[in-house]
């Protein structure tokens, strides 16, 4: 049976109260900038998107959900990292592809911010359909290995005092399964490091 989840609810945001860490070759100045961050599943797309409301994508071979922990920071350098959510655990419908916020204020170094980096641990997938390798129903296929870090360039994003900015994730699921991992319940970890894409931008404050 197809996984149905309300529209709002599609996607688990990644969000809680975080302190600056570190430091950038920045101002120096920590200041309150509102964060939000989304992750989601869409087959329609290879990149996600920044804002607006998505359209579903058309239902794919397979659905499920992904379970894992997960973490996200950013950076101006590549050097020094910016917790913006805490370490969540998530929940993401598989090929759902509709997304939705919460913001959250984190306080950070003044900045231009350039990278960001998503750290999942303990990360498998729960699927039915036809995945590549056949006909599955509930097969649990566990990432590899305990940990995935994941460091992605994004457009750059300056958050300054009351500052919006939104960064969005989509898994891009479809890149993980192979037919020999789905027939052995596994994901290779490199699968999810190249599948998982990027981008962040500007919201306005309470969108």
């Known amino acids: 049976m197809r996984l149905t989840v309300a529209r709002s609810g599609l996607l688990l945001l990644l969000l809680g109260s975080a302190a600056a860490c570190g430091g950038d070759s920045v101002t120096g100045v920590s200041i309150n900038a509102t964060v939000r961050v989304v992750l989601d599943d869409n087959p329609s797309r290879t990149t996600p998107p920044v804002s607006g409301v998505q359209l579903a994508p058309e239902p794919g071979p397979y659905n499920g959900v992904f379970v894992t922990t997960a973490r996200v920071a950013v950076s101006s ?12 655990a998530i ?11 919460v913001e959250n204020v984190v306080s950070l170094p003044a900045a231009t911010y350039s990278k960001v980096r998503l750290t999942l641990r303990g ?7 036809s995945p ?5 129903t509930n097969r649990t296929l566990d990432v590899t290995d305990t940990e995935v ?9 300056t958050l ?14 479809e890149g993980w399964l192979t037919a020999a991992g789905v ?17 962040a931008g500007y919201e306005s404050q309470g969108t």
């Not at 929940?91 to 916020?101: C, E, K, M, N």
């Not at 990360?123 to 359909?129: C, D, I, N, R, Y």
């Open 160 to 173: 300054s005092a009351n500052t919006g900015a939104r960064i969005a994730f989509d898994l891009n699921t």
């Open 77 to 88: 350098d590549g050097d020094s990292w910016h917790d913006v959510s805490g370490t969540r």
């Open 132 to 136: 590549p390798g056949g006909s599955v």
């Open 149 to 157: 870090v994941l460091i992605r360039d994004i457009p750059a994003i």
């Open 91 to 101: 929940t993401v419908p598989l090929q759902a592809g509709d997304s939705a916020g």
């Open 183 to 199: 027939s052995a319940g596994t994901v290779a970890p490199t699968l999810v490091r190249d599948a998982v894409q990027a981008v």
């Open 123 to 129: 990360a498998s997938l729960t699927v039915t359909g």
